[in-house]
């Protein structure tokens, strides 16, 4: 089974990509350090955005006394301020993600690392963290960061097993940054997914679910008669695959896959479901794009 690596997580190609783009926040967050993205707020830097009538308590030094002498009106004028973002990025890293070639844990490890490194470069507040895994997980920022975070990244945990809600509360608790935060996970948790949903969004971040499913699950090859064993719990089922069970298993799936696109619709959470297949820089550069992540 492939495992990550420094040299096969981000390849050349796919940094030369990354580099050209940045994370974008549907929602306005006060930043706590000068970053290099323009805030949509109006602030005090050095490069003029607009004007505004004044109001009596407005600061003074920012009349426009040229403007008074025309129009003999105050007005103040504001300036675009730049602003750091807090970037999240949560790899499920529970039994069932540890199948498929690549395994979906791989996947995921590459695709945080890489919204990593796009908020590295935009000096953003960038955090990858194993969910569930007692694994210590720095706040990088800079470029210059890059080699730490793929390396944290190597060495996430392959067998996690705590529920996805218990580890979701235990970042919610410990993490108070406000920003955009990114879950990877096949969401497949006996206790649902729900719940830990619920901790993000009362937590008022910007969310994204990456659902990560492996080609075999979405399309199974099985026939026969099989023991299947929960690689969470150690429950078995014993089968005999046939084409109705199939059709059933697919039914099944697609419900599951509407379901959690309909519950994240609900809550302002923007989902999107992934094969493996996908390869991560298209992902990126192309869906992500789509669906507001990145620009």
Request: hydrophobic content about 40%; overall charge positive.
């Amino acid at each position: 089974m492939k495992k990550p690596t420094p040299d096969n997580l981000l390849s050349p190609q796919l940094l030369a990509q990354l580099e050209r783009l940045e994370l974008v926040s549907r929602k306005i967050f006060r930043g706590q350090l000068k970053g290099e993205r323009r805030s949509r707020r109006k602030g005090q830097s050095v490069e003029f955005a607009d004007y505004r009538n004044y109001v009596p308590g407005d600061d003074l030094r920012f009349l426009d006394w040229n403007l008074y002498a025309r129009l003999d009106k105050f007005f103040l004028k504001l300036f675009l301020e730049e602003e750091d973002l807090h970037f999240y990025a949560l790899v499920d890293c529970s039994e069932s993600m540890n199948f498929g070639e690549p395994s979906k844990l791989f996947y995921a490890q590459q695709l945080a690392a890489a919204l990593g490194y796009i908020g590295l470069v935009k000096a953003d507040r960038v955090k990858i963290e194993a969910l569930g895994a007692n694994l210590p997980s720095p706040v990088l920022r800079g470029r210059g960061s890059l080699f730490r975070m793929v390396q944290h990244v190597c060495s996430f945990p392959q067998r996690v097993n705590v529920p996805l809600h218990e580890a979701i509360k235990s970042f919610s608790l410990r993490n108070s940054g406000k920003g955009i935060v990114v879950l990877i996970s096949d969401l497949m948790d006996k206790q649902g997914y729900d719940q830990a949903l619920r901790y993000l969004v009362a937590r008022d971040l910007d969310i994204y679910v990456i659902h990560v499913l492996s080609p075999i699950e979405i399309e199974p090859d099985l026939v026969g008669d099989l023991k299947l064993i929960d690689c969470e719990d150690g429950d078995i089922a014993e089968i005999s695959v046939s084409q109705r069970l199939i059709d059933r298993y697919r039914a099944t799936l697609a419900r599951f896959i509407e379901s959690a696109r309909e519950y994240c619709s609900r809550r302002g959470i923007v989902y999107m479901m992934t094969s493996t297949e996908r390869p991560v820089e298209k992902l990126v550069s192309r869906y992500l794009r789509q669906r507001g992540l990145v620009r």
